[in-house]
Nanobody
Framework: QVQLVESGGGLVQAGGSLRLACAAS????????MGWFRQAPGKEREFVAG???????YYADSVKGRFTISRDNAKNTVYLQMNSLKPEDTAVYYC?????????????????WGQGTQVTVSS
């Protein structure tokens, strides 16, 4: 059974930084792409960043240059470093596993999801 557990969320002032982590178990982590999504109140879940099995990365335009996704296959963990945070980044952040080794953008293509971690950016 695949389990994903996010951590690292919290309250931060605009311009600050947070680092999210997602620990995975129950699957050979290194074989699969991973993604981060977020969902703000009243809005649909949106793609934030993805990383392939071979560490190729892809970002939403809204976070490009501010967020960095990375993975540590030895620790079965994917990270999201978030810098220069803005109030509009406030959301619940979720990690998810892709069905294959590549990066995918559509949330309906991901097969396992974590429970989410709240990120709140104050102005």
């Amino acid at each position: 059974q695949v389990q994903l557990v996010e951590s690292g969320g919290g309250l931060v002032q605009a311009g600050g930084s947070l680092r999210l982590a997602c620990a995975a178990s129950g699957r050979t982590f290194s074989r699969y792409g991973m993604g981060w999504f977020r969902q703000a109140p009243g809005k649909e879940r949106e793609f934030v960043a993805g990383i392939s099995r071979f560490a190729n990365t892809y970002y939403a335009d809204s976070v490009k240059g501010r967020f960095t996704i990375s993975r540590d296959n030895a620790k079965n963990t994917v990270y999201l470093q978030m810098n220069s945070l803005k109030p509009e980044d406030t959301a619940v952040y979720y990690c998810a596993t892709a069905p294959g080794p590549g990066v995918v953008v559509g949330s309906n293509e991901y097969d396992y999801w974590g429970q989410g971690t709240q990120v709140t950016v104050s102005s």
